[in-house]
């Protein structure tokens, strides 16, 4: 396999529509946007085989719950023998406004308990990333019950026309564009 784009989430009807889920609605819309071959349901994850521009790629959704995604992850990694540089991890940030990217290269977990898994099993911060923001947490609300807050239709609305802009980097990662050219032009 050429590429691995993981979508973090959380399995169950429970969050299927959560800000925490953001990562697993992105590979929602890659699957629909593009399609995929085969759909395996293995090394605990959901996973679906698929060609972006010509190259194979596996969508992740870690079935493990965020807080243990990085066991999840590393499992595909070993067993499909694909090297850290060509994972692309999607997930939540708390600190960006609803629905802007930002990619990344490194850096710490910032409190995202999925990222400080993956830190975990894979021994380094050093790993290609998507944030997507959630929006300020309100005031009213504790961090866990905004992440884990649903949201509206016309949210799900709005954040889907954001990843329509967000493929056109998905494309240069899998086309092997350099993380910081991507960086540049969509941070």
């Known amino acids: 396999m050429d590429k691995l784009i993981v979508g973090l989430g959380n399995p169950g009807k429970d969050y299927q529509n959560t800000r925490h889920n953001f990562g697993w609605m992105f590979i929602d819309f890659l699957l629909e946007k593009y399609g995929f071959d085969k759909k395996q349901e293995k090394l605990k994850s959901e996973l679906y085989f698929t060609k972006i521009n010509g190259k194979k790629v596996i969508l992740q959704k870690p079935l493990t719950y965020m807080n243990l995604s990085g066991e999840a992850i590393v499992s595909v990694m070993n067993f499909y023998k694909i090297e850290k ?10 600190d960006l406004d609803f629905g802007i990217p930002r990619f990344k290269t490194n850096g710490s977990a ?41 949201i509206t239709q016309s949210q799900k609305d709005e954040l889907k026309k954001e990843f329509i802009k967000f493929c056109e980097g998905i494309e240069m990662f899998i086309n092997d564009q350099e993380m910081i050219k991507i960086m540049n032009k969509f941070n």
Not at 85 to 94: R, T
Not at 118 to 143: A, C, E, H, S
């Open 85 to 94: 540089k060509d994972i692309l991890i999607v997930h939540d940030d708390k």
């Open 110 to 150: 910032g409190g995202q308990n999925g990222v400080k898994n993956i830190i975990q099993q894979l021994g380094t911060q050093d790993f290609n990333r998507l944030r997507v923001g959630i929006g300020k947490v309100d005031p009213n609300y504790k961090i866990i019950d905004w992440v884990m807050k649903d």
